[in-house]
């Protein structure tokens, strides 16, 4: 009864994308030309009053205060509403939506489950709510992404790291306790085998694993630093990989042009990676003040090192232990209330010494999945403002997502910005978010979702118009032209 309930839940989701997106159009799509509109674009501080944005193709080629006269173009009156770049959510795993966790690879659900779940939520949860691109941190989710880039599937744009690197009994450890040895260091367990999560010790196992998720189109690396929240064996105080295994993952993923990003909480784990070359420093609740003022003297100095702020789940769900999802353990509540209280204190000490920060929900999982957007309000209720907020989930992550270099799926343009060569990933609101941060969770006020020159949300513009037209990406990742 529930399986088939699942399946008609998938069918419904998929029924209503393809609505959308699915449909094929031979004419050339007319340049868009939005009028009288402000601008948020991506770094702000201040909105572009009464400006003009021409969109020709997938791109965005002018934003200018001054007229714009373009022939042929569809003109849409931005009077009144405020335009931001789609928003990039960059700390995701689409791959990890079932509902009892990362073990539920093992008990419950097989790899096309997972695929179902993902696409449910990457269409209705993510895209329909202005989330254009997802840095997907853990995870298997290229084939889809792939799909998506396309034209088959309706999706926001994915940059996965593949899957996550860690040693036997860290954080990317989801097998069961009982689960053989021999079976484990076969790889053989089912996290595994879907290739969202790599267990490997030594330099040499984890050189195979991180060119494994290069040669499958990763665009960066996670590794495990450090013990975490959502997993059974690793208490949060201990080291994740050793000194020679994160050097050997750096190596190959700056050999590849790419970059690490690494899950850590405390100064032990933050140390060793950034000695060692890591880019991307996930969570860091447990970190010291001297340790954020480090980071940010390294920033100042060699702009190539980010923050990545979980602020729901670390202040919001970690909050207490009631507020924690139910399907965690008392042990991992507990690890998760001690996230809780430092995540204030790292957030503040970040906020006031300056750090380069970008913003990642870590939000999926029924529940949770459905409110990935106050990851980004809850960065106000941290002591940033709306346009801070608003910046860590646009401007500031397309600068990071262009890390991935010669590995970056989306390499022809800028992304989290309103300017010229930047793609059209453009968002329409009733209002000023960063007047009122909280109307971003009102999705009646999200007028508007353009991704890559195509919409998918339209309740503005009469639907029989060119704008609203169907969905079809250009093939920008796919090696198999239609
Ligand atoms: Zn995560």
Known sequence: MRFATVMVAAFAAMNAAASLAWAQTNDAPPPVLFTNVDVFDGFGPDLIKGANVLVEGNVITQVSTDPITVEGAFVVDGTGKTMTPGLIDMHQHVMLNPPEGTAAYQTRWDGA??????????????????????????????????????????????????????????????????????????????????????????????????????RRGAAFIKVMGGGGVASEFDPLDIMGLSEEEVAKAVEIAKDNGTYVAV??????????????????FEHGFLISEDMVKRMVKKYNETKDIVWSFQCFMSINSFGSYDTMPAFFSHEQKLKGVAVGKGARNAAKWMNEHGMFIVGGSDMFSPGLVERIKEDLTCNVKAGFTPTQALKHWTGNAGIVLKWSGPKDPYPTYKLGTIAPDSYADILLWDGNPLEDIEMILDESKLVFVMKDGLTYKNTFVGAGSPIFRPARAPLTRGQFPL
Do not use: C
């Not at 053989?180 to 367990?189: E, F, T, W, Y």
């Not at 899950?263 to 991307?280: C, K, M, P, V, W």
């Open 113 to 214: 489950a997972g695929g179902a779940f993902a696409m449910h939520h990457l269409v209705n949860n993510m895209l329909l709510k202005g989330i254009t691109t997802v840095r997907d941190i853990a995870g298997d989710p290229l084939d889809i992404a792939k799909g998506i880039d396309m034209g088959l599937l309706p999706g926001p744009r994915i940059y996965s790291s593949g899957g996550a690197i860690s040693q036997t009994g860290g954080h990317g450890d989801w097998a069961g306790r009982n689960v053989p040895p021999d079976l484990l260091a076969g790889h053989a367990d089912m996290s595994q085998a879907t290739q969202n999560t790599w267990v490997v010790d030594g330099p040499e196992e984890v050189t195979k694993a991180v060119r494994l998720n290069l």
């Open 263 to 280: 899950h850590a909480y405390h100064d032990d784990s933050y140390d060793r990676h950034l000695r060692l070359g890591t880019r991307s």
